[in-house]
C-alpha cells in the first residue's frame, strides 16, 4: 500500500514534457504543472506569437506571462527525494543519444524510442508518436497473445506424444497378434506351407519394422518441433522481462515471426497394417 501511494504521488509530480520530478514547478491556468526550464524550451520550440502558451498536455492556449509558481509541488517534490527507492523500484533510464533526453515518445512511423527533443526536430516532425509506456504496453498486450497461443501449441504437443505412444502399443499388440495367428496356421499346414510361412513371416517383420521406423520418426520430429517451441516459448517469456526499450528492438521480430512461420502440428501417422492379407491366402489351402 505504502509503495503504491508514493508512486501515485510521484506520478502528479512528474513532469509530462521530462518525465522526472519536477525542477522549480510552475502552473498554467488550465492547471497543468511542468518544470520551469522544459515549459521554457517548449514555448521557445514551437515559436508562438504574441506570448501565447499552448499547454503540451490539453492544448489549450494561455498567456505564457501567466505561469506562476507552484511551491506546494516543489515542496512535495523536495520530500519525495528524502526516499530513498528499493532496488526492485528503480529502473534503467535510457537517455537520447543525440540530445541527451531521457527516451520517453516512440515514433510510430520510423519505429524508433526518442525524446520531445526529437519530436519536433525536422526528422520526425510531423509523424506520430505516442508514449512509450503505452505502445509498451501494446506490444506486451500481443506477446501474450502470442505466449497464451504458443502455450496451446504446447498442449497440443503433449497431446500428440500421448497419441504416439498408444499408437506404438497398439500396433506392437496388433502385430504381435497376427503373427501368432499366422504362426498358428502355418503349424496346422508346416508339410505344404513351410515355404509359404517363411514367406508371409518376413512379410510381417519388414512391415513391424517399417511402422516402427515410421512411429520413431515421428517421435524424433516431435522431440525436434518440442525443442523449438520451448526455445521460442523461452524467448517471448525473456522479452517480457525486458525493459520497455529493449522490448521494441525485439519485439517486431518476434511477432512477424509467429504470424507468418506458424507451428504446424503434424497429425498422426496414417499407418495401414496389411496383414489381412494372408487370411485369403490360407483358404486356398484349407
Not at 525524446?115 to 516532425?125: A, T, V
Not at 498486450?141 to 502455450?151: A, K, P
Not at 520418426?217 to 525473456?238: G, P, Y
Amino acid at each position: 500500500m505504502a509503495s503504491q501511494f508514493m508512486k501515485n504521488l510521484k506520478e502528479e509530480v512528474t513532469c509530462p514534457v521530462c518525465l522526472n520530478l519536477m525542477v522549480k514547478p510552475v502552473s498554467a491556468d488550465c492547471g497543468h504543472t511542468f518544470c520551469q526550464g522544459c515549459i521554457t524550451v517548449y514555448f521557445e520550440s514551437i515559436k508562438c506569437d504574441k506570448k501565447v502558451f499552448i499547454c503540451p498536455v490539453c492544448r489549450i492556449s494561455y498567456q505564457f506571462s501567466n505561469l506562476r509558481p507552484n511551491r506546494n509541488v516543489a515542496n512535495i517534490v523536495e520530500r519525495l527525494k528524502m526516499f530513498k527507492p528499493s532496488p526492485e523500484e528503480e529502473q534503467k533510464v535510457f537517455n537520447c543519444a543525440r540530445h541527451g533526453k531521457k527516451l520517453q515518445l516512440f515514433c510510430r512511423k520510423d519505429m524508433m524510442a526518442i525524446c520531445w527533443l526529437c519530436e519536433r526536430s525536422q526528422e520526425h516532425r510531423g509523424h506520430k508518436t505516442a508514449l512509450i509506456e503505452e505502445v509498451a504496453q501494446e506490444y506486451k498486450e500481443q506477446l501474450q497473445v502470442v505466449l497464451q497461443r504458443l502455450m496451446a501449441d504446447k498442449k497440443e504437443f503433449e497431446n500428440w506424444k500421448d497419441d504416439l505412444q498408444k499408437d506404438r502399443t497398439y500396433w506392437e499388440n496388433q502385430i504381435q497378434k497376427d503373427v501368432q495367428n499366422v504362426r498358428s496356421e502355418f503349424k496346422r499346414m508346416r508339410d505344404i506351407m513351410d515355404s509359404e510361412e517363411k514367406k508371409e513371416l518376413q512379410k510381417l517383420r519388414q512391415e513391424k519394422e517399417d511402422i516402427l521406423n515410421n512411429l520413431a520418426e515421428s517421435e524424433n520430429e516431435h522431440a525436434k518441433q518440442s525443442k523449438l517451441l520451448e526455445e521460442f516459448i523461452s524467448d517471448v517469456e525473456h522479452q517480457l522481462q525486458c525493459s520497455d526499450i529493449e522490448i521494441l528492438q525485439g519485439v517486431e521480430n518476434i511477432i512477424e515471426w509467429y504470424v507468418w512461420v506458424p507451428v504446424f502440428l503434424c497429425g498422426k501417422n496414417d499407418l495401414v497394417f496389411k496383414a489381412n492379407i494372408i487370411s485369403p491366402r490360407l483358404g486356398q489351402f484349407r
